[in-house]
């Protein structure tokens, strides 16, 4: 993401909003993109942000299960999260910004590796995945606007350099925030087709951030809802590789 657009540039949004959008020029994707910078708090904001800690809870509908989930991430590419589900045990997943690993009672301890590992290290990019720095695509595509669960939105395809993956991000015409995403997802069990919306936007430490996600991969739906953001409070013991991962790692 980038700092706050120009006054010509917020004009230009204002036009867009009141005007029909057939006869307006299509912003390009890093403009879009930087609208959303500006619309979750900015630049500087988001900069003073070196941690986060982040208390939700996981429901999956569908099979009646219902899971807190601790998660953790750290600049420049640290990320950890532990998900408590009654009856099963603990679920982890992370990376210390090398190694990225996946431990559950249902399948044991495994190191990521591969596109698995790319994804988590895409994932893990602290910056990277709220400022939207164009050095880190290889393709960024504004492919006009789109209907995404009722509003009103720029189509953003973009291309990430290290892993190759490419997602499209939908983006408020009226806002700017995003509001869904729609990728394929590397797992154990090989690729799946993701689609997420994003809502409920609250601010902490002058940033906002999406409070509930609704994600959809195939038959199954998943919905996490944040309670609480502590801006700054990940220890650095939060990425220390789990015991039940060490002895997978080779010397």
Do not use: C, H
Not at 28 to 53: C, E, N, P, Q, R
Not at 59 to 82: C, F, R, S
């Amino acid at each position: 993401m980038k700092a706050l657009r120009s006054f010509a540039v917020a004009a230009a949004a204002l036009v867009v909003s009141s005007a029909p959008l057939s006869a307006q020029a299509a912003p390009s994707a890093v403009d879009v993109l930087a609208k959303y910078v500006a619309a979750i708090g900015g630049k500087d904001a988001i900069m003073k942000i070196t941690s986060l800690k982040q208390t939700s809870t996981m429901q999956v509908p569908a099979v009646g299960l219902t899971a807190d989930v601790e998660a953790y991430q750290a600049a420049p590419n640290k990320m950890a999260t532990k998900s408590t589900i009654p009856g099963v045990g603990e679920m982890l997943q992370g990376t210390n910004g090398e190694i990225a690993w996946d431990a559950n009672p249902m399948q044991g301890p495994r190191l990521l590796s591969d596109k698995e590992l790319a994804q988590t290290l895409e994932g893990a990019d602290f910056y990277g995945n709220m400022l939207y720095p164009v050095d880190r695509f290889s393709k960024m595509e504004n492919l006009g606007v789109s209907d995404f669960n009722g509003e009103k939105s720029y189509k953003i395809k973009l291309v990430r350099k290290d892993s190759g993956r490419e997602t499209t991000q939908y983006f408020s015409v009226a806002t700017g925030l995003i509001v869904g995403a729609e990728t394929v997802q590397e797992s154990q069990m090989g690729t799946m087709q993701v689609s997420s919306t994003l809502s409920d936007y609250k601010e902490f430490g002058g940033v906002k951030f999406p409070t509930k996600t609704e994600v959809n991969m195939g038959a199954n739906k998943l919905i996490m809802t944040i309670t609480n953001v502590v801006i700054n409070g990940a220890p650095a013991t939060a990425f220390d590789i789990p015991d039940a991962v060490k002895p997978l790692i080779k010397k």
